[in-house]
C-alpha cells in the first residue's frame, strides 16, 4: 500500500494540505491518508481526506516514535519522539517494512508537511 503521510499545525487549510500533498504524491498511487492520532476532528484535514475520496488512518503517537525519517523538525521531535510526523505517520500506516519514496514536502505556507511510504508487502 502507498501511504501518503501528513502532518500539520492546528491552523492548516485545506490549502495547505493540498500543496503538501500535490508536491509529494504528484508521481505516486495513493491509496491512503495517514497523520497522528491527536490530529483527529481537524475540519481541514477532514475535507481534505473526503475531496480526494480517500480512507483516513490516525496513528498513534507512541507508534511515531521508532520511525526512521529522513528529516528532523525540533518541533515533531519533541512532541512526537520523530523527526518528521508526516514522514513517521506514513511509514507506521504502510505497515511492517515500509519504506519512504522521498523526504516530506512542505507547503509553501509551511503549515503542513506530507510525505510518501510504500509498505513493504507491495
Not at 75 to 93: D, H, K, N, P
Amino acid at each position: 500500500m502507498i501511504v501518503a503521510g501528513l502532518g500539520f499545525s492546528s491552523s492548516a487549510t485545506v490549502d495547505s494540505l493540498r500543496a503538501a500533498y500535490n508536491a509529494a504524491a504528484a508521481d505516486h498511487d495513493v491509496q491512503a491518508l495517514a497523520t497522528v492520532a491527536d490530529k483527529e476532528g481537524h475540519l481541514a484535514l477532514a475535507s481534505f481526506a473526503e475531496g480526494l475520496a480517500l480512507p483516513l488512518l490516525f496513528v498513534a503517537a507512541a507508534d511515531l516514535a521508532g520511525q526512521r525519517t529522513l528529516t528532523c523538525s525540533n518541533r515533531s521531535r519533541a512532541t512526537y519522539g520523530t523527526g518528521s510526523v508526516a514522514e513517521a505517520s506514513a511509514l507506521a500506516a504502510a505497515g511492517n517494512g515500509a519504506r519512504l519514496l522521498s523526504p516530506r514536502h512542505i507547503s509553501d505556507d509551511r503549515l503542513a508537511t506530507c510525505a510518501i511510504a510504500i509498505g513493504g508487502h507491495t
